[in-house]
């Protein structure tokens, strides 16, 4: 089994720096076949983090906060299988993916195996661009499965639930395992699903 930790666990401990990180708050939702966990709601100080790693690029904060999730979902890691949301064009496994950075940490304290279980077939749209309607829209054929099964899919944040569903149909997990989660009332959307 390929280990992602190894490479990143190397280069954080050259740039790492002091980070407030908050305690987290795991919670639990169950979104149809499925149940969502997420450490954090996305607001305030974790919003700041996540903007710090995913858009300035700061893979050291990501390996952190991937071990932070590890440690906290150690019980629900350990010994799964676990997969994230991929990008389009990306390069697996160093570049292309803001989540490699956190795969890596939470791989390390999760105990837990990283496979590919889906590629992303084709450009979109950012979903934070767009309304809960055209999310489903915009995701619609993006992606297809590898082959690889994963009981759990990781994604940074969650909003809409729009990915997780799209993933879902592609090929089925247990779990859907965010950082953070922007706090509405999904539970109409999956009854449908």
């Known amino acids: 089994m390929f280990s992602l930790f190894s490479w990143y666990a190397d280069y954080v401990d050259e740039v790492s720096k002091p980070w407030v ?19 954090y709601s996305y607001y305030g100080q974790v919003k700041s983090l996540v903007k710090q790693w995913k858009f300035q690029g700061d893979h050291a904060l990501g390996f952190r906060l991937g071990e932070l999730m590890g ?6 890691l ?3 299988v676990v997969s994230y ?11 292309g993916n803001h989540l490699f950075s956190f795969l890596a940490g939470l791989q390390k304290t999760g105990n837990c195996a990283v496979v ?14 767009l309304s809960r309607s055209a999310r489903m829209v915009n995701l619609h054929d993006a992606f297809v499965p590898t082959g690889a099964t ?3 899919v990781l994604d940074d944040v969650m909003t809409t639930g729009a ?6 149909k592609c090929s089925p997990f247990k779990v859907w395992l965010v950082l953070a989660r922007v706090e509405l009332d999904l539970s109409s959307d999956f009854r449908k699903a």
């Not at 440690?71 to 629900?76: A, Q």
């Not at 991929?86 to 570049?95: I, T």
């Open 21 to 39: 990180i908050p305690n987290p708050d795991p919670r639990e939702v169950t979104f149809g076949k499925y149940t969502v966990h997420y450490a």
């Open 71 to 76: 440690i906290t979902y150690n019980r629900l």
């Open 78 to 80: 350990q010994g799964k």
């Open 85 to 95: 949301v991929p990008r389009y064009g990306e390069s697996y496994p160093y570049f």
């Open 116 to 129: 590919p279980a889906y590629v992303k077939t084709r450009a979109t749209m950012p979903q934070k661009t």
């Open 150 to 152: 994963a009981d759990i």
């Open 163 to 168: 990915t997780s569903r799209v993933l879902y």
